[in-house]
């Protein structure tokens, strides 16, 4: 069982940037992949960023590629989402999730456990 806890949603003017981090518990962390998705109001959830278990391999959303940054800390039980040159199309609730084992995936179905989310919010 692995409980996991985002922060660092909030507002920022677009161009702003914004770190996200997602907290999990339990020993095995290092046996997970992790993801982000995001979700904006009246949409579709979407994939942003995801990362291999031992945080070597990454693939991100088209629409953020060179502007977001997902890294995992396994000695702090923590994957971080920077998040650089907000747009508003940015905006929504940011979640995330952890698949378990060496592979991530960009499907949310994949996903094992989900946090509950943080709103960021870009204004423009």
């Known amino acids: 069982q692995v409980q996991l806890v985002e922060s660092g949603g909030g507002l920022v003017q677009a161009g702003g940037s914004l770190r996200l981090s997602c907290a999990a518990s339990?020993?095995?962390?290092?046996?997970?992949?992790m993801g982000w998705f995001r979700q904006a109001p009246g949409k579709e959830g979407e994939f942003v960023a995801a990362?291999?278990?031992?945080?070597?391999?990454?693939n991100y959303e088209d629409s953020v590629k060179g502007r977001f940054t997902i890294s995992k800390d396994n000695a702090k039980n923590t994957v971080y989402l920077q998040m650089n040159s907000r747009k508003p199309e940015d905006t929504g609730v940011y979640c995330c999730?952890?698949?378990?084992?060496?592979?991530?995936?960009?499907?949310?179905?994949?996903?094992?456990?989900w946090g509950q989310g943080t709103q960021v919010t870009v204004s423009s």
């Open positions: 990362i291999s278990r031992g945080g070597g391999t990454t």
């Open positions: 339990g020993r095995t962390f290092s046996s997970y992949a």
């Open positions: 999730g952890a698949k378990c084992g060496l592979v991530m995936s960009s499907y949310r179905r994949d996903y094992d456990y």
